[in-house]
């Protein structure tokens, strides 16, 4: 499939770990690009590269207020809209403000796309979805109850864009992203992911702390294959493939005990000391699920999809950058 060039696309939470790794990419493609973001956890080093681009446009503001949507849509082809507060933790202990981001926010997007008359709106799903069902792979047509405040937000992400087409016409896809990790994700704060947090924790020769006994496992997608999901939800047109929920992942688990057991190997490559650190273990992390596969034929069937990077291959890139960036 021919990606989509030329277009004026927006992608909200730009300046974000997935987001800024779209707004280069798009440009890569000879598109125009407006960044929409709040500093609130995306970063500027993120995008500072791309602020010399003619093509590339900052906006500094809040989906939460709709004047702004109205505004950053404005002549607008497709939205690709990333901004969200992610961590379930960060949800159990601040439930409020999670919603009124990731509900109130992103039906105010939805609504400054339908009278915009925007395309086509792609927006970032979870996993956390799928909830307490235990059924391995998980197929998006088959999920459970939610098990945090966040995953409600994300479920009810989904039922909004459906509302929304089936009422209004909009166009939507959602991705359901596993577990997304590679260059550019923030290592620190109390709400950082596990991949960049325990590359950072090994490179200055401290222990990471698995949560519970490290038998938890994850499709952990490395970044590449993330944006070339949204790169084909944004290009296709069968309409088919229109108005669905899509798995974004590798289709492949590990443990938190195979990563950790990775992360040592690669980074002791730069430098010996660390394959001799000791990883230590807590307690179980409340509203984790426990394990995390998933079915990517639907992707690959109506859009395409080719993951090109496995976990370990994505850990390697992601390791080296993250060593070279220190």
């Known amino acids: 499939m021919e990606f989509v060039r030329g277009k004026k696309i927006l992608v909200t939470g730009g300046a974000g770990f997935i987001g800024s790794n779209l707004c280069e990419k798009l440009l890569d493609l000879d598109n125009s690009v407006v960044c929409l973001d709040n500093f609130s956890t995306g970063k500027r080093s993120n995008i500072e590269s791309l602020l010399k681009d003619s093509k590339f446009s900052l906006i500094e503001n809040d989906i939460r207020d709709i004047s702004v949507c109205h505004a950053a849509v404005s002549g607008v082809d497709i939205i690709l809209h990333q901004a969200a507060l992610?961590?379930?933790?960060?949800?159990?202990?601040?439930p409020v403000t999670t919603n009124d981001v990731n509900v109130s926010g992103f039906l105010n997007m939805l609504v400054a796309a339908k009278e915009e008359r925007v395309d086509r709106f792609i927006y970032a799903a979870s996993s956390s979805t799928y909830g307490?069902?235990?059924?391995?792979?998980?197929?998006?047509?088959?999920?459970?109850?939610?098990?945090?405040?966040?995953?409600?937000?994300?479920?009810?992400?989904e039922l909004y864009a459906d509302i929304f087409n089936k009422t209004y016409g909009l166009n939507t896809i959602g991705l359901r992203y596993f577990n997304v990790f590679g260059r550019k994700q923030d290592p620190d704060g109390g709400y950082a992911a596990v991949i960049?947090?325990?590359?950072?924790t090994l490179i200055n020769h401290e222990s990471p702390i698995i949560n519970g006994d490290g038998l938890h496992s994850r499709d952990f997608t490395y970044i590449d294959n993330v944006v070339q999901m949204n790169l084909l939800a944004?290009?296709?047109?069968d309409p088919n493939a229109l108005n669905q929920v899509y798995n974004t992942a590798y289709g492949e688990r590990n443990t938190l005990n195979d990563l950790t057991n990775w992360l040592q190997k690669y980074l002791s490559e730069y430098d010996a000391a660390i394959n001799g650190i000791e990883i230590k273990h807590g307690p179980n992390r409340q509203g984790d699920?426990?394990?995390?596969?998933?079915?990517?034929?639907?992707a690959k069937r109506l859009l395409g999809y080719d993951p090109k990077f496995d976990f370990k291959k994505g850990l390697?890139?992601?390791v080296k950058w993250f060593w070279e960036n220190r």
């Not at 699920?289 to 639907?298: R, V």
Request: avoid cysteine; proline fraction near 11%; charged fraction near 30%.
């Open 289 to 298: 699920i426990p394990h995390s596969l998933a079915s990517i034929d639907k």
């Open 316 to 318: 390697e890139e992601t």
């Open 86 to 94: 992610g961590s379930v933790p960060r949800s159990i202990n601040d």
């Open 234 to 237: 944004l290009s296709t047109s």
């Open 196 to 200: 960049p947090k325990f590359i950072k």
């Open 132 to 157: 307490d069902s235990e059924a391995l792979p998980k197929v998006e047509e088959k999920i459970g109850k939610p098990l945090s405040p966040y995953a409600i937000t994300k479920y009810v992400n």
